[in-house]
Nanobody, 121 residues
Framework: EVQLVESGGGSVQAGGSLRLSCTAS????????MGWYRQVPGNECELVSS???????YYADSVKGRFTISQDNANSTLYLQMNSLKPEDTAVYYC???????????????WGQGTQVTVSS
């Protein structure tokens, strides 16, 4: 069974930084496409970033230049480094694997509980 556990969220001032982590188990991490979604209560589940098997990455326009996705295969961990945070980045952040990146669906909360990021002005 696929298990994804997010951590690293918190409350920061605008302009601050956070690094989110997602520890994975129950599948072959090295062979999986991974990504991050976020959701504000009442809003859509938004794909923030993803990373493919060859290391190619995708970023939503809203976070491009500020966020960096990476993974540590040895520890089966996905990261999202978030810099220059803005109040509009406030959301619950979720990690996803494989079909969570490629299939259109409400993936927020599908595998994990997510981690709350709150950015104050």
């Amino acid at each position: 069974e696929v298990q994804l556990v997010e951590s690293g969220g918190g409350s920061v001032q605008a302009g601050g930084s956070l690094r989110l982590s997602c520890t994975a188990s129950g599948f072959t991490f090295d062979d999986s496409v991974m990504g991050w979604y976020r959701q504000v209560p009442g809003n859509e589940c938004e794909l923030v970033s993803s990373i493919s098997l060859d290391g190619s990455v995708y970023y939503a326009d809203s976070v491009k230049g500020r966020f960096t996705i990476s993974q540590d295969n040895a520890n089966s961990t996905l990261y999202l480094q978030m810099n220059s945070l803005k109040p509009e980045d406030t959301a619950v952040y979720y990690c996803v694997a494989d079909k969570g990146v490629y299939v259109d669906y409400d993936w927020c909360g599908y595998w994990g509980q997510g981690t709350q990021v709150t950015v104050s002005s």
